[in-house]
């Protein structure tokens, strides 16, 4: 933590993520590390695994006028999620259809920068659970 308490000088929030690993998909860059967010930059996910329908969702995303920043198959959940909540206000229910739409195995983390709610869980191609918190 003392390594990193200069970086945070002047940061203000009230909830933190992060990741100790590289992404699984593209180069050693800032860009592909952990967290990804939405192109509103409110929704930001950290996610251990691999969502094997990917390049899939990122061309309907990229089609619909999302923009990328990374190279990782993770960010597709930040961008799903952000649309899932422009259609519903509950937001279990759009962590709950963006899980239906993955594939893969995987546990991610998603909080929301403009509330204090946050969904978390693991999901295996057999099972999945989600977990909401406040």
Do not use: Q
Not at 53 to 72: K, M, Q
Not at 73 to 79: G, M, N, Q, R
Request: with cysteine; charged share 25%; aromatic share 4%.
């Amino acid at each position: 933590m003392d390594s990193i308490a200069p970086l945070l000088d002047g940061v203000e929030g009230g909830t933190g993520i992060a990741h100790t690993r590289w992404a699984t998909h593209g180069k050693v860059t800032d860009e592909n590390a952990h967290p990804h967010t939405s192109c509103g930059n409110d929704l930001a996910i950290v996610h251990n695994g691999i969502v094997e329908n990917h390049a899939e969702l990122r061309a309907e995303l990229e089609a619909r006028g999302h923009v990328f920043r990374s190279e990782t198959d993770s960010e597709v959940i930040a961008h799903l999620l952000e649309e899932a909540l422009r259609g519903s206000n509950d937001p279990l229910r759009a962590a709950l259809e963006v899980c239906g739409r993955l594939r893969g195995s995987y546990a991610r983390h998603m909080p929301r920068a403009t509330s204090t709610d946050s969904w978390s869980g693991p999901t295996t191609r057999t099972s999945w659970r989600m977990e909401a918190s406040r």
